[in-house]
């Protein structure tokens, strides 16, 4: 049984920083993209970022390039989205989302996802 | 990136069908065959219905349908049942490499 584990959210203030995981189970993770897509406060979903399988690719929103940086360790089936300088817009609840394949894939396993709150 | 059109609200009675519209550009939903479309119940965690625009992952029930013509695609349920209530989204891949989805629409059964 596929199973994603978001951990990492919070309250963190403006121009913080916070660092979340994903710990995937019940397949292979190295042959599979895997996205970031959050969601505000009664807001429609959002794409954030992806990242490759096993090759090297990484891509992710304008809204958050340059202060977001999506990565992978293979060897602990674990995602991760490190966020800097977080902006009160950035306040959502963050899904992990396995791809349906290694790339150009929409997501077929979404996690429960993980509330972010930017504020003072 | 700019969303994707959706309407905000469809409706229609059990056993109707009804259709959800979603409207792009050159750049992603009429340049690619990578149109998907989720399934979200309040509180849960969203759902793959289709892919690839008109393909169903094992599971979904063959009341879900999707197709395309040039930059709009489209949702289609028939049968409506009260489960099916629930927002859905449009998503699709883009010629910047990145991935879109639609503003949403929720679907209520009356």
């Known amino acids: 049984e596929v199973q994603l584990l978001e951990s990492g959210g919070g309250l963190v203030q403006p121009g913080g920083s916070l660092r979340l995981s994903c710990a995937a189970s019940g397949f292979t993770f190295s042959n599979y993209a895997m996205s970031w897509v959050r969601q505000a406060p009664g807001k429609g979903l959002e794409w954030v970022s992806a990242i490759r399988g096993s090759v090297s690719g990484t891509y992710c929103a304008d809204s958050v390039k340059g202060r977001f940086t999506i990565s992978r360790d293979n060897s602990k089936n674990t995602l991760y989205l490190q966020m800097n300088s977080l902006r009160a817009e950035d306040t959502a609840v963050y899904y992990c989302?396995?791809?349906?394949?290694?790339?150009?894939?929409?997501?077929?396993?979404w996690g429960q996802g993980t509330l972010v709150t930017v504020s003072s | 990136q700019s969303a994707l059109t959706q309407p905000a609200s469809v409706s229609g009675s059990p056993g109707q069908s009804i259709t959800i519209s979603c409207t792009g550009t050159?750049?992603?939903?009429?340049?690619?065959?990578?149109v998907s479309w989720y399934q979200q119940h309040p509180g849960k965690a969203p759902k793959l219905m289709i892919y690839?625009?008109?393909n169903r992952p094992s599971g979904v029930s063959n009341r879900f349908s999707g197709s395309k013509s040039g930059n709009t695609a489209s949702l289609t349920i028939s049968g409506l049942q009260a489960e099916d209530e629930a927002d859905y989204y449009c998503s699709s891949y883009t010629s910047r490499y990145t991935w879109v989805f639609g503003g949403g629409t929720k679907l209520t059964v009356l």
């Open positions: 989302a396995k791809g349906r394949l290694e790339w150009l894939s929409d997501s077929d396993y």
């Open positions: 690839d625009v008109n």
């Open positions: 050159n750049s992603d939903v009429g340049g690619y065959n990578y």
